[in-house]
């Protein structure tokens, strides 16, 4: 037994002598003092479960005796305690350690959330001590492993619900600095006054007083249970629970405080109750109370949920193990701990915090726990320069995690945002993103060797172009050989902003020991602005059937778009040139065409990239007899209205992989992408893998030896 099983045990040991006690005649004098002392809170706890009557049932059952007690005559009553006693203390020891993880009782439903004020972790719950429960704030100093209360919120609320319980906090941080709360609100029934439960919207700068902001217009009156996250592409969604039906459903908003109700979410079953959402190791995951204790729904998109198989506690040895409603999640870098309520202890409700794990696309949890490591400060740096010590060979690594990262074609070499492989000579080549582009070299695509980045200085127009784009800090490229010369594309932008440009650099080598080296700045290709509905960023290039020269790109926005270029130039064939629409969804990016057979299939990255193992990218693919489109899925559905089929996706410590070519090497096709190594803390790296082609006519990636 771990000494917090061994913690707990002891707490039962002085309930169990609590019922003794009111289990015995009011004559204590001879019962033998205890040595842990009782708590009010136990005694209370043991009343309420044996009733005030206890005493006087005891009284009767010793009637006999006259009060007396003596070692060797015992009346009837006690030999009934005596019987209690050891029945519960059975129980006590074999109880399963439900409260080991327990980090503050007598509370209920909490949320989690950084004070960036106070420089600590804070959690709002239902505190429980208080006569009617009510709101309260409790903070951590030491990472969310003990919590300090530190009182009741101040709620300022309308008349109509100042006397309502409030329940079931979710707080987020905005946009503008403050802290959003929302939170269920609910007005016991009258004659008058029907029972009546809606979600509020209040707004703190300290999370200890609350502004009210406004209710939430949403489906009816019987609501409750929110959970608020972030959207790819800008804005929040909410999901809430409906009373009515038994359903969860949800909203969304472009600014927090105006919500659009968008129904069901038809893939989860009627019957579930409080749904936390949360995005961690490539995917979306939501935990919502279950019969069988909580249970896990997991997404790429968060819109379309499929059932984990098992609950989140199957792993825990004793039924009890498996209780835990009203989760709250906090992602904490590369970790996710839950904290979760659960009424199985003699103390009542607590809450408890145990560390998640997620193994082959599935999430569980581990109840036996006795404590997690401290959540990492969101201020803190992320690392000292020169701190993090070098990557360890994946020889050196977990021996399943590496043997995974060997099959999905790892190279164990960083690179975002890879190019298509080309080769110069006897080597092959890879540019990527990173202040000049950076490259590497192989000669067999096992060793590789770091090359100098393109750029040294940025081209003089990118001042003007993209005048907050500072340092050469240039993104996503990709290369084609045209001739005798290699043209070079790549983006010039700032992060989630449409003042982009895509560029061209050309050079009649890569060998940079060869003659005639030299990278030549050939200016903007194709740039975007604040007037436009596109994003000039992620360029790729192909040769068509006929040998026409196309590029396509975009990020977000309206989406993925095709260029013709002219392939003297490889500039854009004409200024009036159409822009082709290929496909939209409301976080893509990243696009790639290839031709196979009959067909050009256009592989797009969905999700979120750029958030080391919390990055939600993968890759989809449809396909078109035409290289404009349109676009369709395996299943009919048009790319340009949000389809796709998934090809690659995150797997293991394979977290977001993205930015996918194709290199056909001896006859075979070769599949690259990044994606973001879970073994190494989400560093990005190049992986390379087989793939064919099924009797449909679909990719299918391969293992490698």
């Not at 803190?380 to 994946?394: D, E, F, I, T």
């Amino acid at each position: 037994m771990h000494h917090g099983a061994a913690r707990f045990h002891w707490r039962w040991v002085r309930y169990c002598e609590t019922c003794f006690r009111l289990y015995g005649s009011e004559v204590e004098r001879d019962l033998p003092s205890s040595p842990f002392g009782l708590r009010r809170g136990e005694q209370r706890l043991a009343r309420r479960r044996f009733g005030e009557g206890g005493r006087a049932r005891s009284e009767f059952l010793c009637a006999s005796d006259g009060g007396r007690r003596s070692p060797s005559t015992q009346c009837p009553g006690n030999f009934y305690r005596f019987v209690i006693w050891a029945a519960l203390a059975f129980v006590a020891w074999s109880a399963p350690a439900v409260a080991a993880n327990a980090v503050l009782e007598e509370a209920a439903d909490c949320t989690v959330v950084w004070n960036s004020q106070a420089k600590r972790w804070a959690m709002l719950f239902t505190d429980l001590r208080a006569q009617p429960a009510r709101l309260a704030l409790a903070e951590s100093a030491d990472g969310g492993a003990t919590w300090q209360r530190i009182g009741p919120a101040a709620l300022d609320l309308p008349p109509e619900f100042r006397a309502a319980s409030a329940a079931g906090p979710e707080a987020i941080a905005g946009a503008d600095g403050q802290q959003h709360l929302f939170l269920s609100l609910e007005r016991t029934g009258s004659e008058n006054a029907p029972r009546k439960r809606i979600i509020a919207h209040l707004a703190s700068a300290d999370l200890r007083s609350w502004t009210f902001v406004s209710t939430l217009n949403l489906a009816g009156d019987q609501v409750g249970a929110p959970s608020v996250s972030a959207l790819p592409g800008g804005g929040w969604r909410l999901w809430y629970g409906d009373e009515g039906d038994g359903s969860i459903r949800f909203a969304d908003s472009r600014d927090l405080k105006t919500w659009i109700d968008r129904g069901k979410v038809a893939s989860i079953a009627a019957g579930r109750a409080a749904p936390c959402v949360f995005t961690w190791r490539g995917r979306h995951w939501m935990i919502v109370d279950g019969a069988d204790g909580p249970a896990v729904y997991r997404s790429l998109n968060l819109d379309d949920w499929s059932l984990q198989p098992a609950p989140l506690f199957a792993e825990s040895s004793r039924a009890a193990e498996a209780r835990g409603h009203q989760p709250a999640v906090v992602v904490s870098r590369e970790r996710a701990v839950c904290f979760f309520a659960d009424a199985a202890g003699p103390a009542g409700s607590s809450i408890h915090a145990v560390e998640l794990r997620e193994k082959d696309g599935s999430l569980t949890g581990d109840r036996a726990a006795a404590s997690f490591s401290p959540l990492d400060s969101p201020d803190a740096p992320r690392n000292v320069a020169g701190s993090r010590p070098p990557a360890p060979a994946l020889t050196d690594r977990d021996p399943g995690e590496a043997a995974m990262l060997r099959a999905v074609g790892s190279r164990d070499i960083r690179a975002h945002d890879p190019s298509m492989l080309v080769r110069s000579g006897d080597e092959y080549w890879l540019f990527y993103t990173g202040r000049g582009l950076g490259t590497w070299r192989s000669k067999d695509l096992r060793s590789w060797t770091a090359g100098a980045p393109v750029f040294a200085a940025s081209p003089a127009w990118v001042a003007d172009v993209v005048p907050e784009n500072r340092g050469t800090n240039f993104w996503a490229p990709d290369i084609i050989q045209v001739g005798n010369r290699f043209l070079l594309y790549y983006s010039v932008s700032t992060f989630g902003k449409r003042i982009s440009a895509i560029a061209l650099a050309t050079n009649a080598t890569l060998d940079p020991d060869a003659p005639g080296f030299k990278w030549q700045d050939e200016g903007v290709v194709v740039r975007s602005g604040t007037a436009d509905n596109f994003n000039a960023i992620d360029p790729a290039v192909m040769r068509d059937a006929d040998g026409k020269l196309w590029l396509t790109f975009g990020s977000y926005w309206s989406g993925i778009k095709l260029l013709e270029l002219d392939p003297a130039t490889g500039k854009r064939i004409a200024p009036g040139a159409p822009l082709h629409s290929l496909a939209h969804s409301r976080a893509i990016e990243a696009a790639y065409l290839h031709r196979h057979g009959s067909h050009y299939y256009l592989f797009v990255n969905h999700g979120w990239c750029c958030r080391g193992v919390n990055s939600t990218y993968h890759i989809r693919v449809g396909r078109s007899e035409k290289i404009t489109g349109p676009y369709l899925d395996r299943e009919g559905r048009a790319l340009l209205e949000g389809g796709g089929t998934v090809v690659a996706e995150s797997e293991g410590p394979f977290i977001g992989p993205g930015h996918a070519s194709i290199l056909t090497i001896a006859g075979r096709e070769w599949f690259g992408c990044h994606f973001y190594d879970a073994t190494q803390l989400g560093r990005p790296t190049y992986a390379l893998r087989p793939v064919t082609w099924d009797a449909a006519g679909w990719p299918v990636l391969g293992m490698t030896k």
